[in-house]
Structures are given as C-alpha cells and as structure tokens.
T-cell receptor
Framework: DIQLTQSPSFLSASVGDRVTITCRAS??????LAWYQQKPGKAPQLLIY???TLQSGVPSRFSGSVSGTEFTLTISSLQPEDFGTYYC?????????FGGGTKVEIK | EVQLVESGGGLVQPGGSLRLSCVVS????????MDWVRQAPGKGLEWVGR??????????EYAASVKGRFTISRDDSKTSLYLQMNSLNTEDTAVYYC????????????WGQGTLITVSS
C-alpha cells in the first residue's frame, strides 16, 4: 500500500499567515493526489485535485504543488474559516489511501 | 443542489450485519464511481471501497480490512449506493460516508453527511 505522511500533524497560526502542509508519498503516484478540508462533525470537502487543480468554488488562497513524491498544500493568507483538519489522498493505486491529517488551529 | 443522504446506521452487536444506503441527487449518479469512506471516532479517514459505473462493468475494489465481509452495490435506477456489512467487529465502529468521484475518478467531488455505526455488545 502507498503510505502518505503528512506534516505537521498540528499547526497553530494567525490570521494572515502563510501556511504550508506537506504530504509525502511512499512511492510515485503521478499527480493523482487530492486535498480535503474537514471541519468538526462535518464531511470532508474537496479543495485541490490532480495535485494542483483548484476545485470550483474554493478560494484562490488555497494552492497545491508537487515535487517528485512530495506534495504541498499552501494557504497564502490564513482566514478564520480555514480551521479544521486537512487530509491528502492518493488515487493512483488501490487501495486508495489518506494521509494522517493536519489539524489547523487559528491563534 | 447536490445531496448524498446516508441511512441505515445504528448500534449492532459484534458478528452482526448492517446495510447502509446512500441516496443521491443533483448530479449524474450513473456516470460516477461511488466510494465509501469511514472515520473511527477521533481518527482519520479510511477508504472502504469503490464501485465503478456501468461503462466499467460495476466492478468493485475494497480495502483489505473489509474485503470478504463488506459488499458494495448500486442501483442506478434509484440513484442509490449500498454497503452490506457482515461479520462486524468493534474496529468497524465509525462514521461511514458515501462519496462520488466524477471526471477522471481521481478525486471525490461529493460527500454525504455520514452515518454512525457502533459495533458493541
């Protein structure tokens, strides 16, 4: 199975900060990586797919990039509504797997 | 408006069975692959399995943890997805989400609100 290692597992940042979350795949997954945001008690919501394509309706402060097997989600200017847990997901190979999550707290 | 509404959750004893349903509206269900994802209390997301569309013969994939115990099916005429769960154990306790994957089927566009399954004696 392909392992996805997310870092950090927790971060606390202030409104306006630039935030970066990393997801490292244990082997090549092409660009078949998606990012989701989940708020407490709610279903996940798609933010980014194909490593860097912004889902319709998602604010442009969210962006994704890839270098080899390292994927990055960046929030250019953190907003109060961006709290929650962020997950990466690979869909290159079965079984589909998720990263362990990064909990984002607003200071 | 896109809606995915899961039902069928509840309390079940170890070794028991349960069938979840997910009724979909607002997108072309028949074109989409459909997935089940679960989340144990306080834990991360775990993919359970997938069923492809008619064009891909409704074939299925499963996580190793549920293979042989869980079965995914769909009824395109009812825009409904199902998860038959047998031989349940306490490790199956989780919120179960249905999700729809369109386009290249490489991301989950749509998610249901989830239904809680508790396996306990």
């Amino acid at each position: 199975d392909i392992q996805l290692t997310q870092s950090p597992s927790f971060l606390s940042a202030s409104v306006g900060d630039r935030v970066t979350i990393t997801c490292r795949a244990s082997q090549g997954i092409s660009s078949y990586l998606a990012w989701y945001q989940q708020k407490p008690g709610k279903a996940p919501q798609l933010l980014i797919y194909a490593a860097s394509t912004l889902q319709s309706g998602v604010p442009s402060r969210f962006s994704g990039s890839v270098s080899g097997t390292e994927f990055t989600l960046t929030i250019s200017s953190l907003q109060p509504e961006d709290f929650g847990t962020y997950y990466c997901q690979q869909l290159n190979t079965y079984p589909i797997t998720f990263g362990g999550g990064t909990k984002v707290e607003i200071k | 408006e896109v809606q995915l509404v899961e039902s069928g959750g509840g309390l079940v004893q170890p070794g028991g069975s349960l069938r979840l349903s997910c009724v979909v509206s607002g997108f072309t269900f028949s074109d989409h692959y459909m997935d089940w994802v679960r989340q144990a209390p306080g834990k991360g997301l775990e993919w359970v399995g997938r069923i492809r569309n008619k064009a891909n013969s409704y074939t299925t994939e499963y996580a190793a943890s549920v293979k042989g115990r869980f079965t995914i099916s769909r009824d395109d005429s009812k825009t409904s997805l199902y998860l038959q769960m047998n031989s349940l154990n306490t490790e199956d306790t989780a919120v179960y989400y249905c999700a729809g994957a369109g386009g290249d089927f490489r991301h989950f566009d749509y998610w249901g609100q989830g239904t809680l399954i508790t396996v306990s004696s």
